[in-house]
């Protein structure tokens, strides 16, 4: 009987290189090997605190969010994937953020929650919806509903010139005027109350000319700080000498010359009540014509704008 050699019987064992989960080193420096791309990303961070590489073999860019259906990386797969507010739609065809189609795919964004289907953009208001998307702001004032711009689809406040006010947002803004915001005012070097007031700046823009004046009966320049916080020159009444309720009570018929109660703020010396002709009206103290509407004179002692 021939006796084969031990030897013989050994069979040559090849090692085959895998990647299981714990085989880190390879995974990094072969993030690509099939072996690799079967792990899933996220949850088996690898020793260096970094998440592997995914299915998709890792997403980034335009096409952030793998789709591990087909492992290829993508815009999106849902609308919460898209970010933009200007392309907030995810579009399960192309896989990519596009323009919005309606109100749901920009309730998530907060600052502008309304589809304006013109353009596909998130905006904060349309036309259609400036009753629930721009409500009055809460005061204790008689409510001021605010309306949407439709050029800017921003919510706009409805109050002008020297009208009473508790925040930025509830003055109007003026293609044709300029800004105006809500302003701390004085009387006779006494705090006051707040009123919209126009920005100097935003008035030389809306004409197109940069050396433009303030507009009468708010002629004087004061730089101030708006309750928005906005520092800038605006223009204002003459405060030294009356206010805003006794400058909108211009030209209103009143008692008599002795009562001044009917021409400007209760209690304060604001308004005169002066003869014009057969009648009474209210008027106010003036440094000059500025001071007063267009084409109203300054005149008499003292010194007001008159009437008629």
């Given at each position: 009987m021939t006796i084969k050699p031990a030897f013989a019987f050994l069979v040559p064992v090849v090692l085959l290189s895998a990647c299981p989960t714990e085989s880190v080193p390879f995974c990094e420096s072969k993030p690509n090997d099939p072996a690799c791309l079967a792990l899933d990303a996220g949850a088996d961070a690898q020793t260096d605190g970094q998440a592997d590489a995914g299915p998709c073999g890792g997403c980034s860019g335009d096409t952030p969010v793998c789709d591990e259906a087909t492992n290829r990386c993508v815009g999106c797969l849902q609308d919460t994937q898209c970010t933009d507010p200007a392309a907030p739609r995810c579009n399960t065809e192309s896989n990519t953020c596009s323009p919005c189609m309606d109100d749901d795919q920009c309730a998530r964004f907060s600052d502008t929650p309304v589809c304006e289907t013109g353009t596909g953009v998130c905006v904060e208001c349309t036309e259609a919806t400036q009753e629930a998307a721009c409500p009055p702001i809460e005061n204790d004032r008689p409510a001021v509903n605010r309306v949407c711009n439709v050029e800017t689809f921003e919510c706009e406040g409805t109050l002008g010139f020297c009208q009473r006010c508790v925040s930025d947002e509830e003055c109007l803004s003026n293609d044709q005027v300029g800004t105006f915001r809500c302003i701390p005012l004085e009387f006779d070097g006494m705090p006051r109350d707040n009123y919209c007031m126009l920005d100097l700046e935003?008035?030389?823009?809306?004409?197109?000319?940069?050396?433009?004046?303030?507009?009468?009966?708010?002629?004087?320049?004061?730089?101030?700080?708006?309750?928005?916080?906005?520092?800038?020159?605006?223009?204002?009444?003459?405060?030294?000498?009356?206010?805003?309720?006794?400058?909108?009570?211009?030209?209103?018929?009143?008692a008599e010359d002795t009562v001044a109660e009917d021409c400007?703020?209760?209690?304060?010396?604001?308004?005169?009540?002066?003869?014009?002709?057969?009648?009474?009206?209210?008027?106010?103290?003036?440094?000059?014509?500025?001071?007063?509407?267009?084409?109203?004179?300054?005149?008499?002692?003292?010194?007001t704008c008159n009437p008629f």
């Open positions: 935003s008035h030389r823009a809306a004409l197109d000319d940069p050396s433009a004046n303030c507009p009468p009966q708010q002629f004087a320049q004061r730089m101030r700080t708006s309750l928005g916080g906005v520092e800038a020159l605006y223009c204002v009444v003459r405060e030294a000498n009356t206010t805003c309720e006794a400058v909108l009570s211009f030209g209103s018929v009143c400007g703020a209760s209690g304060l010396d604001d308004g005169v009540c002066r003869q014009m002709g057969r009648g009474f009206a209210c008027t106010y103290e003036c440094a000059g014509p500025s001071d007063c509407p267009d084409g109203v004179a300054c005149d008499n002692a003292p010194r």
